[in-house]
């Protein structure tokens, strides 16, 4: 049984995401949303791509000294110290190895997020999406919506509640003039 090679995949992906920054925005109609599908601790998860600015394969991130277990340490994004923070640890799955893949979120401050697995770009109906918060609140609060597909349904991973979650556990307090 042979398939296309890993780096076959990773090239397949790599151009089918930097299409996606490519294409004008407006080409994107108000009836579809783009999404990043992805593995995180072995579950199936979405990302909205409008809330991401890049996504990086195994790139170096420097640990930390911490008491906070998500946070994985920094990396170096055009000159600038960004840090990482381990999503499986956020919702709350055990981290069975270290992540591969980093997505720098849109907003401010700068922050990455480290995830599994680089399923697919997607581009779906909007009526796919189903809206609303997932659970009542711990590690589900982080996820708002779902998207349904032939090969399942995932949740949605909202980047700003995520970016909210972190800010509390950095201890940080965000000034109004940063965005999620």
Do not use: C, K
């Amino acid at each position: 049984m042979t398939g296309p090679s890993v780096a076959d995949r990773v090239s397949r992906l790599r151009t089918e995401f930097d299409r996606s920054f490519a294409e004008p925005a407006r080409t994107v109609g108000a009836d579809s949303v783009e999404l990043l599908a992805i593995g995180v601790g072995g579950r199936p998860y979405a990302l909205r791509l409008a809330q991401a600015s890049g996504v990086h394969p195994d790139r170096p991130v420097t640990a930390l000294p911490t008491p906070v277990p998500a946070l994985l340490g920094v990396a170096g994004f055009a000159g600038t110290v960004v840090p990482v923070y381990d999503l499986a640890a956020l919702l709350g799955h055990p981290i069975p190895e270290r992540p591969r893949w980093l997505v720098l979120t849109s907003g401010t401050p700068p922050l990455a997020l480290a995830f599994h697995q680089l399923d697919h770009h997607l581009r779906v109906p909007v009526t796919d999406v189903v809206a609303g918060s997932i659970g009542d609140g711990g590690p589900q609060a982080y996820l708002q919506g779902l998207v349904r597909l032939p090969d399942g349904n995932r949740p949605i991973v909202d980047v700003p509640a995520t970016r909210a979650l972190v800010h509390q556990l950095a201890g940080h307090r965000p000034d109004s003039e940063e965005s999620s």
